[in-house]
């Protein structure tokens, strides 16, 4: 499948290939005439851009507003080929995706995708092991890494789009870019300093922003972190609770 789109949308109205993707159809396009067809379960969050709801087992329905419906606009027709695009990636499996995205041919009603047993890091318990989290972390950053190498120029990440239950998933990726101009190295720091952010939030109360740090390295950012907060605490901060607090300790020290 062909990619191309761009932030700057000047340079999306002068993709002629736009319009012939749109129609063009991919494996989990599903044609239906109405929304009405679909049986859609109640509602299990509203946001401003679209409603979650119950589906069939096992899998949400992510219904858009209507100002998000009309493939003719084209940041909607956008929003069509960067789900289609996200969904064809393979082997991300922390990544959550389309299933199936649901058309006419000129409207875009939603998408289903697989429904994750789990808490926003919003909601995450605090006693919840910081090495397990920063486990489940480790795993999402391989995926992150993959999304880059496709050029894929997230949007939109914080604690309520990031889901933990011992693993860590990361949901609604409407909002991204896909350009190959993009440099995969930068957009794999940028997504991974937006989620050292969220982190840093859920672990230490604060809200540092980590652009000091070398992405690649998070691992030992993390591990001096935890020293400190153990030292200020005169214990190991083994949980989520302990390290804020030990955290906050030292930094209000
Ligand atoms: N696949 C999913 N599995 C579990 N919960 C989900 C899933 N998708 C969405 N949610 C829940 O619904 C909320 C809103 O979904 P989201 O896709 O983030 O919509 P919005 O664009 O309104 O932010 C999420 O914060 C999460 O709590
Ligand atoms: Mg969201």
Not at 36 to 58: A, R, T, V, Y
Not at 105 to 121: C, D, N, V, W
Request: proline share 3%.
């Amino acid at each position: 499948m062909i990619v191309f789109f761009a932030k700057n949308k000047k340079i999306c109205y002068n993709m002629p290939q736009t319009k012939k993707l749109v129609f063009k159809g991919a494996i989990m396009d599903k044609y239906i005439s109405s929304i009405d067809k679909l049986n859609l379960g109640k509602i299990i969050n509203s946001g401003s851009c679209s409603d979650i709801h119950q589906f069939i087992p096992n899998f949400y329905f992510k219904k858009f507003k209507s100002d998000y419906q009309d493939i003719k606009d084209p940041l909607n027709a956008e929003l069509l080929e960067v789900l289609r695009y996200l969904s064809e990636l393979k082997n991300m499996p922390y990544i959550v995706r389309a299933k199936d995205i649901y058309l006419s041919p000129t409207t875009i009603f939603g998408y289903s995708m697989p429904i994750i047993k789990a808490k926003s890091l919003d909601d995450i318990e605090d006693n919840i092991l910081v090495s397990d989290l920063l486990t489940s972390f480790s795993l999402l950053s391989q995926d992150v890494y993959t999304l880059s190498k496709h050029y894929v120029k997230t949007e939109d990440i914080g604690t309520n789009n990031l889901l933990y239950n011992g693993l860590m998933y990361m949901i609604d990726l409407d909002l991204s870019l896909v350009d190959k101009r993009y440099i995969p190295d930068e957009l794999y720091e940028r997504t991974m300093y937006s989620l050292i952010y969220s982190l840093n939030k859920v672990l230490l109360d604060d809200y540092r922003y980590s652009d000091k740090i070398n992405v690649n390295d998070w691992e030992n950012y993390y591990k001096y972190l935890r020293e400190l907060s153990s030292t200020a605490l005169n214990q190991e901060a083994e949980t989520i609770f302990e390290m804020k607090r030990g955290y906050q300790k030292y930094k209000h020290r």
